[in-house]
């Protein structure tokens, strides 16, 4: 069995970490995805998991609702705070429909009420993995555009942000004060820096740039 401090490296593989002050449960939840062959490490409150987990780590936090010293709701409000989107399932023998709703608002994987099935929280574990898995893959996704976005010249963005907006090549032109045959070599770097083969392609990545920057989408129709 892992201690609250082992195992905590970086790694590919997923962990499952565990956050429950009752030593027992604790224990015996490690134990369970130890056999279910699950890399895991347990801490006993929120405070220990904060100071002693990577939190940068694949993988998913499985805390009790009510501890000593600081909820489970205390310590998914840290991790939001911290920037950590690390899926969260709560355990609790007190549910509440007020608690598990302000939970799930707060983006909770899972709320498992004891006493549980083994199955059930196993498969919360597995979807709060994936879940994971998904959300990382996004956000490599968005650094890459970010970054090649940022290598775009100031007239290239311009250039971008038009064409994207459902504008021909001759109104663009004419909207910044330039040739046609400008626009379509700005179009063409623009087409080559930012890696799309298609116009669709292009505007999928200015609407997730847009999107996480808080933007109204700019597409319109020529």
Do not use: W
């Amino acid at each position: 069995m892992q201690s609250a401090q082992a195992g905590i490296e970086m790694s590919a593989e997923p962990i499952v970490y565990v956050v429950d002050d009752d030593l027992e449960m604790r224990e015996a939840l490690l134990d369970l995805f130890m056999v279910t062959k699950k890399r895991a490490s347990g801490f006993a409150s929120g405070t220990e998991f904060i100071k002693l987990a990577d939190t940068t780590v694949p993988g998913c936090v499985v805390v009790d609702l009510r501890m000593p010293g600081g909820s489970g709701l205390d310590l998914q409000s840290q991790l939001i705070s911290m920037g950590s989107r690390l899926p969260v399932i709560f355990l609790t023998a007190y549910a509440d429909v007020p608690t598990s709703v302000k939970a799930m608002k707060a983006g909770a994987s899972d709320f498992i009420t004891k006493p549980f099935a083994n199955q059930e929280l196993l498969t919360a574990v597995e979807h709060a993995i994936q879940l994971d898995s998904e959300r990382r893959k996004a956000d490599e996704e968005l650094d890459k555009i970010r970054l090649l976005a940022d290598s775009l010249t100031p007239r290239e963005k311009e250039v971008m942000h038009a064409v994207v907006s459902g504008l021909m090549n001759k109104q663009v032109a004419f909207e910044l004060g330039i040739s046609e045959m400008t626009v379509k070599l700005h179009r063409m770097s623009v087409m080559r820096k930012m890696q799309c083969r298609s116009l669709a392609a292009l505007v999928r990545c200015v609407e997730q740039l847009q999107r996480v920057a808080g933007e109204p989408p700019r597409i319109r129709a020529a």
